[in-house]
T-cell receptor
């Protein structure tokens, strides 16, 4: 089974609007971490936001917030007031902490295009 | 703030040649990870090092090897390059259970 599922291969959003990028995960671990990364066309992988499985509050970082619904195993990224520079691939990722080490899984990504 | 440094940023090689990619982690990060990202794909984990010892191994081909040195920088050595090795290679660093910060990547093209 896929550890991280991103069902939206591509999304469009109008500039200044908010957009939600979906991410669901599959784990039986009690302790895990969820991450979102942005990858612009330049190729670099930029860390955006982190949510720990025990964090009761949703993580926020500037215009980014993570809508964490533990029971549903979802960790959607919300970008408010979209900007043209937000156009990029967005990857959801999960870290499981196992006795043998820690495993890190990426989703297949969502390509976001911000329209002027 | 200091970020992960990778060199070179771009590399062009021919089939059957060798390549060495370098990674300098964020200071005081104890874990280094290597990933390979093919065109249109998500990053695939290759190998990681914790405190200079190999800590985990992913889908790294036998033709590839890596190590972490005493100054914590890491090198990914790739031999007998194949066309399919053309990809973006990322290095990331973290504290052992912290957020992973990625370098800018090395874009390898094998001709």
């Amino acid at each position: 089974a896929q550890k991280i599922t991103q069902t939206q291969p591509g999304m469009f959003v109008q500039e200044k609007e908010a957009v939600t990028l979906d991410c669901t995960y599959d784990t039986s671990d009690q302790s895990y971490g969820l991450f979102w990364y942005k990858q612009p066309s330049s190729g670099e992988m930029i860390f955006l936001i982190y949510q720990g499985s025990y964090d009761e509050q949703n993580a926020t970082e500037g215009r980014y917030s993570l809508n964490f619904q533990k029971a549903r195993k979802s960790a959607n990224l919300v970008i408010s007031a979209s900007q043209l520079g937000d156009s990029a691939m967005y990857f959801c990722a999960m870290r499981e902490t196992l006795n043998t080490g820690n495993q890190f899984y990426f989703g297949t990504g969502t390509s976001l295009t911000v329209i002027p | 703030a200091a970020g992960v440094i990778q060199s070179p940023r771009h590399l062009i090689k021919e089939k059957r040649e060798t390549a060495t990619l370098k990674c300098y982690p964020i200071p005081r990060h104890d874990t280094v990870y290597w990933y390979q990202q093919g065109p249109g794909q998500d990053p695939q984990f290759l190998i990681s090092f914790y405190e200079k010892m190999q800590s985990d191994k992913g889908s790294i081909p036998d033709r590839f090897s890596a190590q972490q040195f005493s100054d914590y920088h890491s090198e990914l050595n790739m031999s007998s390059l194949e066309l399919g090795d053309s990809a973006l290679y990322f290095c990331a660093s973290s504290h052992i259970r912290g957020s992973r910060f990625f370098g800018p990547g090395t874009r390898l093209t094998v001709l």
